[in-house]
C-alpha cells in the first residue's frame, strides 16, 4: 500500500509563511518525482512544484516561483512546501503526489494525496 499524507496547513495572514509536509510510505520514494498541486475556489486542480527524484526543484508556477521552495527527504520520505509570502489567492487545499516521470500535468502522477487545507487571510 502507497499512502501520502499532507500536514501543515491552517490559517495564516496575508505576507505569513507555512511549511507543508508530505509523509510518503513505501520504498519507492527516492525512485519517483514528487509535485504539489493545489485547488484553488473556482479553479481546476494546478500544478505549484516539482522536486526531482535526484532533488531537482524545478519547474514552478510562475504565480509561485521565488515565494515556494520545495523539498525533500528521501531518508525520512518526506517532501515539502515552504509557502512564504502568501497572499490571499494562495487560499486552496493543497495535494502531494508522486509519479515515475511527474511533471506539471496531473496525469503524469500516479499517488495522491487527500489534501490540507490553505487559507489566507487579507
Known amino acids: 500500500q502507497v499512502h501520502l499524507v499532507e500536514s501543515g496547513g491552517g490559517l495564516v495572514q496575508a505576507g505569513g509563511s507555512l511549511r507543508l509536509s508530505c509523509e510518503v510510505s513505501?520504498?519507492?520514494?527516492?525512485?519517483?518525482?514528487m509535485g504539489w498541486f493545489r485547488r484553488t475556489p473556482g479553479k481546476e486542480r494546478e500544478f505549484v512544484a516539482r522536486?526531482?527524484?535526484?532533488?531537482?526543484?524545478?519547474p514552478y508556477a510562475s504565480s509561485v516561483k521565488g515565494r515556494f521552495t520545495i523539498s525533500r527527504d528521501n531518508a525520512n520520505t518526506v517532501v515539502y512546501l515552504q509557502m512564504n509570502s502568501l497572499k490571499p489567492e494562495d487560499t486552496g487545499v493543497y495535494y502531494c503526489?508522486?509519479?515515475?516521470?511527474?511533471?506539471?500535468?496531473?496525469?503524469?502522477?500516479?499517488?495522491w494525496g487527500q489534501g490540507t487545507q490553505v487559507t489566507v487571510s487579507s
Open positions: 522536486i526531482t527524484r535526484t532533488g531537482v526543484s524545478a
Open positions: 503526489a508522486a509519479g515515475r516521470d511527474g511533471m506539471w500535468r496531473t496525469d503524469s502522477y500516479t499517488y
Open positions: 513505501g520504498s519507492f520514494f527516492s525512485g519517483y518525482n
